[in-house]
């Protein structure tokens, strides 16, 4: 709720501004303020190496706002007893009541298989990690030892995650010992 407040505070603006931003979100001030939120973007929406960052259809709004004004975040302790922050929030829950809310896009069209592994079984699908397209390649000689080899695996060229293809997986069979 807090970045749909603040993009559309931004939004509001009819010209490029300096904007002076207040939030009881510690999450939001800080996220902006120490640039967080550029770093997931340029690690395509992820803050770790596993966890996707939230909303990022509504930071990649928001960063475009502050490209076009100069924003700077300040944040305030919630409820408090500060009368902006108070009428803030009676606003905000008076809005929740209202019948023609805009629908959350970023939400309600967010692909089904979202928060789940998807499967990665053929060539050209999203790397899990990166979304850069998947391509098929070839092992080396299987060692003696193993049980099994794979005729094929799917590999991501940027982020160089391997994916195991169960279809591809071949039992090995060798001679008895004598």
Same mark, same amino acid.
Request: aromatic share 8%; glycine share 4%.
């Given at each position: 709720?807090?970045?749909?407040? =603040?993009?559309?505070?931004?939004?509001?603006?009819?010209? &490029?501004?300096?904007?002076?931003?207040?939030?009881?979100?510690?999450?939001?001030?800080?996220?902006?303020?120490?640039?967080?939120?550029?770093?997931?973007?340029?690690?395509?929406?992820?803050?770790?190496?596993?966890?996707?960052?939230?909303?990022?259809?509504?930071?990649?709004?928001?960063?475009?706002?502050?490209?076009?004004?100069?924003?700077?975040?300040?944040?305030?302790?919630?409820?408090?007893?500060?009368?902006?922050?108070?009428?803030?929030? =009676?606003?905000?829950?008076?809005?929740?009541?209202?019948?023609?809310?805009?629908?959350?896009?970023?939400?309600?069209?967010?692909?089904? =298989?979202?928060?789940?592994?998807?499967?990665?079984?053929?060539?050209?699908?999203?790397?899990?990690?990166?979304?850069?397209?998947?391509?098929?390649?070839? &092992?080396?000689? &299987?060692?003696?030892?193993?049980?099994?080899?794979?005729?094929?695996?799917?590999?991501?060229?940027?982020?160089?995650?391997?994916?195991?293809?169960?279809?591809?997986?071949?039992?090995?069979?060798? &001679?008895?010992?004598?």
């Amino acid at each position: 709720m807090e970045l749909y407040a =603040a993009i559309a505070a931004l939004e509001a603006l009819k010209q &490029p501004c300096q904007v002076v931003l207040h939030s009881d979100s510690e999450y939001l001030v800080k996220s902006m303020s120490d640039e967080s939120v550029k770093r997931w973007q340029e690690n395509n929406w992820f803050r770790t190496k596993q966890a996707r960052a939230a909303n990022a259809d509504l930071w990649e709004k928001l960063l475009g706002l502050c490209e076009t004004h100069d924003v700077k975040f300040v944040w305030i302790r919630g409820h408090s007893g500060g009368v902006e922050n108070e009428r803030c929030d =009676a606003l905000a829950k008076n809005a929740l009541t209202q019948a023609n809310l805009p629908p959350d896009e970023g939400y309600e069209n967010r692909d089904a =298989a979202e928060g789940r592994k998807v499967k990665i079984t053929q060539e050209g699908q999203s790397c899990r990690k990166c979304s850069t397209p998947v391509v098929k390649r070839t &092992p080396k000689k &299987p060692k003696q030892t193993q049980a099994y080899c794979y005729e094929y695996y799917l590999r991501c060229p940027k982020c160089h995650t391997m994916y195991m293809v169960e279809e591809a997986k071949r039992a090995l069979i060798r &001679p008895l010992p004598v």
